[in-house]
């Protein structure tokens, strides 16, 4: 048993999660191949935050059964949130799967791979810090969720919130830093919620100016905030410190008061515009991110253009949109129907899309004619791509190496989804902590 395979789908703390695991394997002497059939580990990590999503994990665990056939020594294991406390209607699915893992615990495979190959897995499993770490990497500082929004399962399946000691995190950036990191990206379901649960009670922006300190690290990003923990003292820290990024993912989920209460989101329509508000004083090159969800349980067309005005009114940087679907056992399954037909729930994600791509075109035109500093993260279709501080996708063509440099690049075109340049070899930013 020497080789496995992982797929993954879903958030970005699934992904962090992947990347963990792959790296207790790999302390294990079990290495990555591409291809699940070349594997004798498999393991699919999971997400059930939509519908969709859930059907595609099902899907590819559906493809697992003739593999599992054809090697029965095969271990094929499911994590990540379709696991909960109890398993039973996965097992009688899924029969051949071998084990089931609630994200975050590991535990479960690497004792089953350590009785496979005769290897003590606790003795030879150190820190889960990446081996191979790209560029950029993916740091989770926080887990779980204690927030109990109507529509979310991330709770039941995560559980209460934990935060990892300062220290903790700055060793694994050090690490990091030391593999050839130069961006990590802090992650948490309720990321500006960080620390509250310590004994010393740190907040994230004491987390920031730590890590602020670390050589080798050029930036420093983080999702997702909930406008509840997003404190005037984070927001300051995001404008003084040169490392992090102004570059915020603030998800509203909807614009209407009724609806954010039955969400129980635990803030108002004019709490959030606020919200922006402060945050665009203290750094008026800010990029704010949001999410939205349509069609959630009794919402109306009044309701929903009091959305649509939000976004109009606002014009953000990016808005993911997508339609309420039911998740079994959250609060929402349980007390409310399901009541807004899927064809609506479509129109109302396609309004929502339309006027963002509208506001993104509007915004990125903006920036033809500028300088922006991105760090160079590898090459697609030929070109060299990164993102800007503010996480706008850049290309530019060139023949030399530049995987990991920080590069200006002149923007010459633009899409609401990207913005094409030319490497600048002798430019000056206009503004070298934003974009324009």
Same mark, same amino acid.
Request: charged content about 25%.
């Given at each position: 048993?020497? +080789?496995?395979?992982?797929?993954?789908?879903?958030?970005?703390?699934?992904?962090? @999660?992947s990347?963990?695991?792959?790296?207790?394997?790999?302390q294990?002497?079990?290495?990555q191949?591409?291809?699940?059939?070349?594997? @004798?580990?498999?393991?699919?990590?999971?997400?059930v935050?939509?519908? /969709?999503?859930?059907?595609?994990?099902?899907s590819?665990?559906?493809?697992? =059964?003739?593999?599992?056939?054809?090697?029965?020594?095969?271990?094929?294991?499911?994590? /990540?949130?379709?696991?909960?406390?109890?398993?039973?209607?996965?097992?009688r699915?899924?029969?051949?799967?071998?084990?089931?893992?609630?994200?975050?615990?590991?535990?479960?495979?690497?004792?089953?791979?350590?009785?496979?190959?005769?290897?003590?897995?606790? /003795?030879?499993?150190?820190?889960l810090?990446?081996?191979?770490?790209?560029?950029?990497?993916?740091?989770?500082?926080? !887990?779980?969720?204690?927030?109990?929004? $109507?529509f979310c *399962?991330?709770?039941y399946?995560?559980?209460?919130?934990?935060?990892?000691?300062?220290?903790?995190?700055?060793? %694994?950036?050090?690490?990091?830093?030391?593999?050839?990191?130069?961006?990590?990206?802090?992650?948490?379901?309720?990321?500006?919620?960080?620390?509250h649960?310590?004994?010393?009670?740190?907040?994230?922006?004491?987390l920031?100016?730590?890590?602020?300190?670390?050589?080798?690290?050029?930036?420093?990003?983080?999702?997702?905030s909930?406008?509840?923990?997003?404190?005037?003292? *984070?927001?300051?820290?995001? =404008?003084?410190?040169?490392?992090?990024? %102004?570059?915020?993912?603030?998800p509203?989920?909807?614009?209407?008061? %009724?609806?954010? @209460?039955?969400?129980?989101?635990?803030?108002?329509?004019?709490?959030?515009?606020?919200?922006?508000?402060?945050?665009?004083?203290?750094?008026p090159?800010?990029?704010?991110?949001?999410?939205?969800?349509?069609?959630?349980?009794?919402?109306?067309?009044?309701?929903?253009?009091? $959305?649509?005005?939000?976004?109009?009114?606002?014009?953000?940087?990016?808005? !993911?949109?997508? +339609?309420?679907?039911t998740?079994?056992g959250?609060? =929402?399954?349980?007390?409310m129907?399901?009541?807004?037909?899927?064809?609506?729930?479509? +129109?109302?994600?396609?309004?929502?899309?339309?006027?963002?791509?509208q506001?993104?075109?509007?915004?990125?035109?903006?920036?033809?004619?500028?300088?922006?500093?991105?760090?160079?993260?590898?090459?697609?279709?030929?070109?060299?791509?990164?993102? $800007?501080?503010? !996480?706008?996708?850049?290309?530019?063509e060139?023949?030399?190496?530049?995987?990991?440099?920080?590069?200006?690049?002149?923007i010459?075109r633009?899409?609401?989804?990207?913005?094409?340049? +030319?490497?600048a070899?002798?430019?000056?930013?206009?503004?070298?902590?934003?974009? @324009?």
């Open positions: 048993m020497n +080789s496995y395979y992982l797929w993954t789908i879903g958030c970005q703390m699934n992904i962090a @999660d990347e963990r695991l792959g790296a207790a394997l790999e294990m002497g079990i290495q191949v591409e291809k699940a059939a070349d594997a @004798d580990v498999i393991v699919l990590n999971s997400c935050v939509r519908q /969709g999503a859930e059907d595609k994990v099902a590819n665990l559906a493809w697992m =059964a003739p593999l599992k056939k054809k090697q029965p020594e095969r271990i094929v294991a499911l994590m /990540g949130c379709m696991v909960g406390p109890n398993s039973d209607d996965l097992v699915r899924f029969p051949y799967v071998d084990v089931f893992m609630r994200p975050q615990q590991f535990e479960p495979l690497l004792e089953m791979v350590g009785e496979r190959t005769g290897v003590d897995w606790e /003795g030879c499993v150190g820190p810090t990446p081996n191979r770490p790209d560029v950029t990497c993916h740091v989770p500082i926080i !887990h779980g969720c204690d927030m109990m929004c $109507t *399962i991330i709770p399946r995560r559980g209460r919130q934990v935060s990892r000691p300062v220290e903790d995190v700055a060793l %694994e950036v050090e690490t990091l830093a030391s593999r050839g990191v130069k961006e990590v990206t802090l992650l948490g379901q309720t990321v500006d919620a960080y620390g649960d310590l004994p010393d009670q740190p907040n994230l922006a004491d920031f100016a730590r890590l602020n300190e670390i050589g080798g690290i050029e930036r420093i990003r983080f999702l997702t909930h406008p509840k923990f997003m404190t005037q003292e *984070i927001i300051q820290a995001v =404008a003084d410190l040169p490392k992090v990024c %102004e570059h915020i993912n603030l509203v989920q909807a614009g209407d008061d %009724e609806i954010l @209460d039955e969400m129980r989101r635990q803030y108002s329509r004019a709490d959030y515009i606020d919200l922006v508000g402060r945050i665009r004083r203290a750094m090159d800010v990029a704010l991110n949001t999410d939205i969800i349509v069609g959630f349980p009794g919402e109306t067309e009044e309701q929903f253009q009091q $959305t649509l005005d939000l976004l109009a009114k606002l014009r953000l940087d990016k808005v !993911h949109c997508a +339609s309420y679907s998740r079994p959250t609060i =929402a399954s349980r007390t129907d399901d009541a807004v037909p899927e064809d609506e729930k479509t +129109s109302r994600r396609q309004r929502v899309d339309s006027l963002q791509e506001i993104q075109t509007e915004i990125n035109a903006k920036l033809v004619g500028s300088y922006v500093e991105i760090l160079v993260e590898g090459r697609k279709r030929g070109k060299w791509q990164g993102r $800007t501080r503010s !996480h706008k996708l850049v290309f530019f060139d023949e030399a190496y530049h995987q990991g440099e920080m590069a200006t690049v002149k010459e633009s899409s609401p989804w990207s913005l094409q340049g +030319s490497l070899v002798e430019a000056k930013l206009l503004n070298p902590r934003g974009d @324009d």
